[in-house]
């Protein structure tokens, strides 16, 4: 039960809202005293549902600091409503998990890494009640591996080294490092070797070193003969093609419903996916490609 004394604490700044700045000033805390007020309510339970999601988050137990949750954003643009989201992410997990968040933010671009690294201050200048320190991840950050030697000690990092540095000039030797570093591990256990390679590829995006990256892959025999790059490299074309057959439609006029759509990113057989290409090409309406097939 609340107590009276409980109540008198807030409720005489609803008597008097400018108690406020007259009360802190004493702390050399200098505020305005209001011109206007009004009270709003005092109920913060959200009244509808609200999605929010953070790319990645881990707790991490440790032997001699204890556990954290480590939330991990991927940032690949600077956006002007992500502290809000990130502030509420930090205080959410404090208070769901009562253990310390630390939010991690990874970032291929250097603008977009320098903007992510710089401290936010919630509240009035005169006394922000939250700070915000993203711990930034970017270029600059992490070192170029570019040794066979030194990839092979940690696979991981030099895929996120390659990922980071997709873009400048030592790309190149990082991939070189890693595809030769992938070889020792593919013959040991193929499957991590895969996710590794795929992760690789993904991280680099439509940069130029994707292209060198899939040149590797493909000249080295042992990648191309692996089942784990043939199984890559047949979904490589799936996912060519369904970007094919939308980019076909949108180009003609042909409007395309959202069920559609998902028929069609939902599709993972390559033949079924051709036939609807094929069709796409003269179709002047989009239940022409996705018709039946007669017998």
């Known amino acids: 039960m609340v107590s009276s004394s409980?109540?008198?604490?807030?409720?005489?700044?609803?008597?008097?809202?400018?108690?406020?700045?007259?009360?802190?000033?004493?702390?050399?805390?200098?505020?305005?005293?209001?011109?206007?007020?009004?009270?709003?309510?005092?109920?913060?339970?959200?009244?509808?549902?609200?999605?929010?999601?953070?790319?990645?988050?881990?707790?991490?137990?440790?032997?001699?600091?204890?556990?954290?949750?480590?939330?991990?954003?991927?940032?690949?643009?600077?956006?002007?409503?992500?502290?809000?989201?990130?502030?509420?992410?930090?205080?959410?997990?404090?208070?769901?998990?009562?253990?310390?968040?630390?939010?991690?933010?990874?970032?291929?671009?250097?603008?977009?890494?320098?903007?992510?690294?710089?401290?936010?201050?919630?509240?009035?200048?005169?006394?922000?009640?939250?700070?915000?320190?993203?711990?930034?991840?970017?270029?600059?950050?992490?070192?170029?591996?570019?040794?066979?030697?030194?990839?092979?000690r940690d696979i991981p990092l030099t895929v996120l080294s390659a990922a980071l540095h997709r873009a400048d000039p030592a790309a190149d030797g990082i991939l070189k490092a890693l595809a030769t570093a992938l070889k020792g591990l593919l013959a040991e256990d193929e499957s991590t070797a895969g996710l590794f390679i795929e992760l690789t590829e993904q991280g680099l995006g439509k940069a130029p070193a994707a292209d060198f990256w899939r040149y590797l892959m493909a000249a080295d025999l042992s990648f191309f003969q692996s089942e784990t790059a043939q199984n890559l490299r047949a979904e490589g074309r799936v996912e060519g093609r369904v970007e094919d057959i939308l980019r076909l439609l949108q180009g003609r006029g042909i409007e395309v419903s959202e069920e559609d759509r998902e028929r069609v990113t939902g599709c993972r057989d390559l033949d079924t996916l051709d036939v609807w290409f094929t069709r796409a090409i003269t179709a002047t309406s989009a239940a022409e490609v996705f018709a039946p097939e007669r017998d």
């Open 6 to 152: 409980h109540e008198a604490l807030h409720r005489i700044f609803q008597e008097d809202p400018g108690l406020f700045a007259r009360a802190v000033k004493g702390r050399g805390i200098l505020f305005d005293v209001p011109v206007t007020t009004c009270t709003l309510p005092t109920d913060l339970t959200e009244t509808r549902p609200v999605e929010r999601r953070v790319d990645t988050l881990l707790r991490m137990d440790t032997a001699d600091n204890g556990s954290f949750v480590l939330a991990v954003e991927s940032q690949g643009k600077q956006d002007p409503d992500k502290p809000a989201s990130w502030a509420y992410y930090l205080s959410h997990l404090y208070a769901k998990y009562r253990m310390p968040p630390v939010l991690l933010v990874v970032c291929a671009d250097r603008r977009t890494a320098a903007w992510a690294a710089q401290q936010v201050d919630i509240g009035p200048p005169q006394w922000p009640s939250l700070t915000l320190r993203p711990l930034v991840l970017g270029p600059d950050d992490l070192p170029v591996i570019n040794s066979p030697e030194e990839a092979s």
